[in-house]
C-alpha cells in the first residue's frame, strides 16, 4: 500500500504560479511512477505529467512550456511547478503512483486561477 499526501493548492490570479507537493510513504520501494493528473468540474480526469524513477516524463498538451515536474527519490516526493496560470487551470489536482502493488491516488489538492 502506498499512501499519498499533497499540498500546495490555493487561489492565484492569472499568469501567477503555484508549486505542488506530493509526498509518498508506505510501500515506496515499488513506485515506478508518480505524477499529477487534474479534474475540472463537468470534465474527466486528466495527464498533467508524470515521471518515471528514470526521469522521462510525460507532460500533458494543455500544460506544455507553463508546468514543470520533478521528483526527489531520497525523499519519494513528486513537484509540480505551475506557471502562467489560466483560468481554465482551475481544478482538483490529483497526485498518482504507479507500481507493482503501488497503485494509489492522493485526495487531491485544489488549485483556483481567478482571471
Known amino acids: 500500500q502506498v499512501q499519498l499526501v499533497e499540498s500546495g493548492g490555493g487561489l492565484v490570479q492569472a499568469g501567477g504560479s503555484l508549486r505542488l507537493s506530493c509526498a509518498a510513504s508506505g510501500a515506496i520501494f515499488s513506485i515506478e511512477v508518480m505524477g499529477w493528473y487534474r479534474q475540472a468540474p463537468g470534465k474527466e480526469r486528466e495527464l498533467v505529467a508524470t515521471?518515471?524513477?528514470?526521469?522521462?516524463?510525460n507532460i500533458g498538451d494543455s500544460v506544455k512550456g507553463r508546468f514543470t515536474i520533478s521528483r526527489d527519490n531520497d525523499k519519494n516526493t513528486v513537484y509540480l511547478q505551475m506557471n502562467s496560470l489560466k483560468a481554465e487551470d482551475t481544478a482538483v489536482y490529483y497526485c498518482?503512483?504507479?507500481?507493482?502493488?503501488?497503485?494509489?491516488w492522493g485526495q487531491g489538492t485544489q488549485v483556483t486561477v481567478s482571471s
Open positions: 498518482r503512483t504507479d507500481g507493482v502493488r503501488a497503485n494509489a
Open positions: 515521471m518515471t524513477s528514470g526521469g522521462r516524463t
